[in-house]
T-cell receptor
Framework: GESVGLHLPTLSVQEGDNSIINCAYS??????FIWYKQESGKGPQFIID?????DKRQGQRVTVLLNKTVKHLSLQIAATQPGDSAVYFC???????????FGQGTRLTINP | DGGITQSPKYLFRKEGQNVTLSCEQN?????MYWYRQDPGQGLRLIYY???????QKGDIAEGYSVSREKKESFPLTVTSAQKNPTAFYLC???????????FGSGTQLSVL
């Protein structure tokens, strides 16, 4: 069945370093992927999304990479700042499906 | 400012009591959603509505009910049949048939 999971539940990086958060998915028919950032006690905020006809998309300090061959998604955050500390969720949607399927989340901690 | 407003921020339920969580949006979005989030877990879909006066069950609808009488509003009732209601509840909305969800700030429900 469908499932979206993350390789690591927690990730700590030094301020200024780059962060890479990984996500695996099992539904080869998934055609849409999205990353959210959730700070403690708040709702998720949209970061970036990508469709399956692309393998890379860039935003401000963030890049999403999609490897359909191994069903793997990653979020790269450049020059991490203290404000990047949060839980990051990936989610995917299968072609023709009506809903997003969310992963468990990775907690990113930025060390000073 | 356009957005999604959830109220209250914190809610306490007594044994055998029904409680209603409010969700209002002024984004003119057609679709609205309710998710449940448990600590350290991803988001699970409770109910969703693509248009007024219509809604569908999500993955964990048992013990919950919703209504969609107005485009702007999608209240969620946690009934006494929901035996484990303690969780963080998130409301979201989207343009109809769009995968990108916009989330409210959540309601933390606890049992007294």
């Amino acid at each position: 069945g469908e499932s979206v999971g993350l390789h690591l539940p927690t990730l700590s990086v030094q301020e200024g370093d780059n962060s890479i958060i990984n996500c695996a998915y099992s539904n080869s028919a998934s055609d849409y992927f999205i990353w959210y950032k959730q700070e403690s006690g708040k709702g998720p905020q949209f970061i970036i999304d990508i469709r399956s006809n692309m393998d890379k998309r860039q935003g401000q300090r963030v890049t999403v990479l999609l490897n359909k061959t191994v069903k793997h998604l990653s979020l790269q955050i450049a020059a991490t700042q203290p404000g990047d500390s949060a839980v990051y969720f990936c989610a995917e949607k299968g072609q023709g499906a009506q809903k997003l399927v969310f992963g468990q989340g990775t907690r990113l901690t930025i060390n000073p | 400012d356009g957005g999604i407003t959830q109220s209250p921020k914190y809610l306490f339920r007594k044994e055998g009591q029904n409680v209603t969580l409010s969700c209002e949006q002024n984004l003119n979005h057609d679709a609205m959603y309710w998710y449940r989030q448990d600590p350290g877990q991803g988001l699970r879909l409770i109910y969703y509505s693509q248009i007024v006066n219509d809604f569908q069950k999500g993955d964990i609808a048992e013990g919950y009910s919703v209504s969609r009488e107005k485009k702007e509003s999608f209240p969620l009732t946690v009934t006494s049949a929901q035996k484990n209601p303690t969780a963080f509840y998130l409301c979201a909305s989207s343009i109809r048939h769009s995968e990108k969800l916009f989330f409210g700030s959540g309601t933390q429900l606890s049992v007294l």
